[in-house]
């Protein structure tokens, strides 16, 4: 259940949220993969908010895919983390929100992303963090793309945390079928044979998103893939 | 006598004990050192296994949670295999973490290149914020690890050595010390080459001083020294030649000067065979060093 209280912005709001920042109300498959998964994430299952930033008992959510963030500030703003007069100075000098996020400059943003493969194994050091500290309740969220999985320290983590059992860690593969040698028997294959627990589902679907997010996985990590149209569809 | 490994095993472990912000992750390397804290510490004795991306990447992880992670394998894995998680996951993502190494330069000699990095240090050197420390003693590398770790969210790099001096000094985690007073030019020593410098410039008019903190560099020593040994400068380190040459330049840039790097050479020797081989060969061994400071002295421009 979200713990955020402004509720002023609803899934209808983000395209011209993201607006602001492209000029373009119209945007493109690849601009748009991630925003259901982040507005599912945001609004029904992560607990976090503005005024939780710095409360150690929030859950993390890792943007290890920080390629077109539009559709996370978009997400950010409508969520109170960001003020929405921050978009339009996307990518300018002096603006907070950059091609790729930096934590360092935007609330809210759990590590500064764009080269791919670093956030998984963030992800998992998070979560051995947490765990040490004992801090059993945050959830560690990391949204990767399909192609990003390519990346050979991604691996590294995810077989790592199967055998390890994270259970606090949760992945989202965002797959745009962007990979180009597509991953023999499938991406969920991957992670079931180091030890995960999966689903895949179509990810334009905020049911079947919601339904994969809160899944029980008991004694494992938790991956979720998330089907959506091609890239260059 | 332990070896600086041996120390770092005991010492992290009696911080493992002490302070619950303590994490020690490792790939393999360096596992059995630990084997009996893991049972006292399960959750902060993390070893990843063979992944030293995910070592870099899961220690960065845990300092985004608030604890102190304290990191190890060889230089090679550490530094050079994952530069850029180092540069991301630490720097970029404004967090910190004390990097441990062992082997790096010829430390393993019959190993041969693939377990060599001399080029550690300067590699580090591309980076912004981070403290090295270059013990050359283990009571030494004892003291500046306590250093590191407990340097608050700093990023500190501390390169465990094979090579060792006779005798540890009082080191401090910052300043450079003076070994010997001269008049006729500076000698800096880096960590494990002191004992070759001393014996080099064994009735050489010079000043030695000792460095086992690098980054931040001790201008403020340098400058002293050379006010009454003059501008002549010679450092000698015990990885890649000239690598804080511009450090020592920055330090001098108002006064005319020369700074002489030594170090191990560039070239890839390809030979195995015993350390003593490897200093010889890379000029480091004490009648080497005194034929080339010497040298660099004597070539003073004539005024």
């Known amino acids: ?233 | 006598m332990d070896s600086m490994r041996d120390r770092f095993a005991s010492v992290a472990s009696r911080m493992l004990d002490e302070d619950p912000r303590v994490a020690v992750v490792l790939a393999e390397i360096g596992a059995a050192g630990f084997a009996e804290t893991l049972r006292r510490h399960p959750g902060r004795v993390i070893n990843v296994g063979i992944r030293e991306q995910l070592l870099i990447g899961a220690g960065a992880g845990l300092a985004l949670t608030g604890m102190r992670p304290v990191i190890h394998t060889f230089a090679s894995f550490l530094v050079e295999r994952p530069f850029e998680q180092i540069k991301l996951d630490f720097g970029h993502q404004d967090t910190g973490a004390v990097l441990v190494s062992a082997y790096g330069s010829y430390d393993a000699p019959a190993g041969g290149f693939t377990h060599m990095s001399p080029g550690d240090v300067a590699l580090l050197d591309t980076l912004d914020g981070w403290t090295v420390h270059v013990p050359g003693h283990p009571d030494e590398a004892e003291t500046l690890l306590r250093h590191a770790v407990g340097a608050g969210d700093d990023r500190v790099y501390v390169r465990l050595s094979e090579q060792k001096n006779g005798r540890g000094l009082p080191v401090d985690g910052a300043r450079f010390l003076t070994v010997r007073e001269g008049r006729r030019g500076v000698v800096v020593a880096v960590g494990p080459m002191l004992d070759a410098v001393l014996a080099a410039t064994e009735g050489l008019d010079v000043s030695v001083l000792y460095a086992t903190t690098v980054r931040p560099f001790d201008s403020a020593a340098l400058r002293r020294a050379t006010e009454t040994a003059g501008p002549e400068v010679v450092i000698v380190e015990p990885y890649l030649a000239g690598t804080s040459t511009a450090a020592a330049n920055d330090a001098l840039t108002d006064v005319p000067h020369r700074v002489l790097g030594l170090g191990v050479g560039r070239r890839e020797l390809r030979r195995y065979g015993r350390m003593e081989e490897h200093v010889a060969a890379h000029g480091l061994d004490p009648a080497s060093l005194r034929e080339r400071i010497e040298g660099f002295m004597r070539a003073r421009v004539a005024v």
Not at chain 1, 12 to 38: C, F, I, W, Y
Not at chain 1, 197 to 222: I, M, N, Q
């Open chain 1, 1 to 233: 259940m979200s713990i955020t209280a402004e509720r002023t912005y609803g899934f209808d709001d983000l395209p011209r949220l993201m607006a602001l920042m492209t000029g373009d109300e119209k945007h493109g498959p690849a601009a748009t993969s991630t925003l259901d998964v982040l507005w599912v994430l945001y609004d029904r299952v992560l607990r976090a908010g503005p005024e939780h930033l710095d409360d150690p008992e929030r859950d993390r959510f890792l943007l290890s895919k920080g390629h077109g963030p539009m559709a996370y500030y978009a997400v950010l703003a409508a969520k109170g983390f960001v003020p929405v007069e921050w978009l339009p100075g996307f990518g300018a000098y002096d603006s907070a929100l950059g091609y790729h996020p930096d934590r360092v400059l935007v609330p809210g943003v759990e590590i500064g992303s764009g080269s791919l493969g670093h956030g998984l194994p963030l992800a998992v050091g998070t979560a051995l963090g947490l765990r040490a500290q004992g801090r059993h309740d945050p959830a560690v969220w990391v949204l990767v793309g399909d192609a990003e999985l390519d990346e050979g320290s991604n691996h590294e983590a995810i077989a790592y945390a199967g055998p390890t059992g994270l259970d606090r860690l949760h992945t989202v593969v965002i797959d745009n079928s962007s990979a180009s040698h597509a991953r023999p028997g499938g991406i969920a294959a991957r992670f079931e044979a180091a030890g995960w627990s999966t689903e895949t589902v179509d990810g334009r679907d905020h049911e079947a998103l919601y339904a994969a997010f809160t899944t029980p996985h008991p004694g494992r990590p938790h991956a979720v893939v998330a089907r959506v149209e091609p890239k260059d569809s």
